[in-house]
């Protein structure tokens, strides 16, 4: 079959993730267009189904403008899984990412393009940790936490990118195709979640750029997105044994034994009170610390709301509480069996997890039915 020739191969597609980000569609889309002259292009928007108006407006755009598209996703929140399908929607021979609040410098895409196509590397990193890039205005503690990110994806799962956790890439449709099956698609760093997704090492070249200031609208990152980046070392590296949200369910557990030591002590000696009592606030607390965070980190594509919240921690002291007799029972079934203490109090606390997590992911967070 032929088709008639419209216009010349599209050769570059610019995967813009979108939440909020309305005043700054126009103004990226311009730059674009005086940047990109010469080059067969198109931009591919994936929002959220954001509160302002996002999608609406770029569907509005993309009525005059035929470069522009709009991928509209319901129910869904993510920049990482927005890129992959931002990038499965095209059909352009090299994928670029970028940030919609122009903190990207989009004058630095033509020399990417340049370096895929004459220099034959697969991949082209905008990078801020080298000579002539640069993180601009950011604070201390944003710069601190960049760095330790960097430094940790450099030491557990060995990249030799200088700025891994850069969302300002380019790179040839196959070697992204080559990775997209082992992908985590959790949280932002989408580039790193490629690189080590691959089958093979890619090669790569480091262009500087200095990330700018956000042009209108806020930024999304918060302390989930921290929380989704360490989840996501954990899926590369422990991935392969346990579910991500087991992973989730236990660092939460974890987190919860500290506030239960934390308020036993309290209670002893600031409040004097009698260890019985002491101990029960302290199993309450623990639970109500680890439901709000399980339901805030854990299941936040489920989370519980007003009512929802409170019939919830109901249910989840009630499926925690089955766990902790089911604990109690293994261990002291281990250790009258000859079990040592440690071990067959490990046993017991194991059982109880995988009890508080099954229980839970279906009565506390059933699974919706995805659109
Ligand atoms: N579709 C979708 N869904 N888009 C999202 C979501 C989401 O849940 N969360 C954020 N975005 C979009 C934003 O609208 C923006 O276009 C882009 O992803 C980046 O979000 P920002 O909130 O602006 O993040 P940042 O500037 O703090 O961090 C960026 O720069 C870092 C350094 O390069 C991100 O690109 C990080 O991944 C990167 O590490
Ligand atoms: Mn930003």
New binding site residues.
């Given amino acids: 079959m032929s088709f008639p020739k419209q216009s010349l191969p599209l050769e570059l597609a610019i995967v813009?993730?979108?939440?909020?980000?309305k005043a700054n569609i126009d103004e990226l889309v311009n730059r674009l267009g005086r940047v990109l002259q010469g080059i067969e292009w198109e931009v591919v928007f994936?929002?959220?189904d954001s509160p302002d108006g996002t999608a609406e407006h770029i569907k509005q755009l993309s009525l005059v403008h035929p470069r522009v598209r709009c991928i509209h996703?319901i129910q869904r929140?993510?920049?990482s899984s927005?890129c992959v399908e931002g990038m499965l929607s095209s059909s352009a021979p090299y994928l670029a990412v970028m940030?919609?609040?122009l903190?990207h410098d989009e004058t630095r895409l033509p020399v990417m393009l340049k370096a895929l196509q004459q220099m034959g590397c697969e991949l082209v990193v905008g990078t801020?940790y080298m000579e002539g890039g640069g993180v601009g205005e950011w604070d201390e503690s944003r710069q601190l936490s960049?760095r330790f990110a960097t430094w940790l994806s450099q030491r557990v799962l060995r990249v030799t990118l200088k700025d891994p956790?850069?969302?300002?890439f380019m790179l040839r449709r196959e070697a992204f195709m080559s990775a997209v099956h082992n992908l985590s698609s959790m949280g932002?760093?989408i580039l790193l979640d490629i690189v080590v997704s691959s089958p093979r090492k890619l090669s790569f070249t480091e262009i500087p750029y200095t990330?700018g200031l956000?042009h209108a609208g806020e930024?999304?990152?918060d302390a989930r997105v921290a929380w989704d980046y360490l989840l996501m070392l954990a899926d590369k590296t422990l991935g392969r044994y346990l579910p991500t949200s087991l992973i989730s369910f236990g660092a939460v557990g974890s987190l919860g034994v500290i506030v239960h030591v934390l308020v036993l002590s309290l209670a002893l000696k600031l409040l004097a009170w009698p260890f019985t009592q002491s101990q029960t606030a302290a199993v309450v607390l623990a639970m109500v610390f680890n439901f709000h965070l399980n339901n805030f980190l854990t299941y936040r594509d489920k989370q519980l709301h007003g009512w929802m919240w409170w019939w919830g921690l109901v249910k989840f002291m009630a499926a925690c509480g089955v766990g902790a007799l089911a604990n109690v029972g293994v261990a002291s079934w281990a250790h009258s069996g000859g079990g040592g203490w440690l071990w067959s109090g490990l046993a017991g606390i194991l059982v109880g997890l995988m009890w508080n997590y099954s229980a839970t992911a279906i009565f506390v967070w059933p699974q919706r039915r995805k659109t």
Avoid at 16 to 21: A, D, G, K, L, S
């Fill in positions: 813009v993730p979108t939440f909020n980000e994936v929002d959220d996703r929140r993510g920049l927005a940030d919609a609040d903190q801020r960049s956790m850069s969302g300002f932002f760093k990330f956000r930024s999304k990152l």
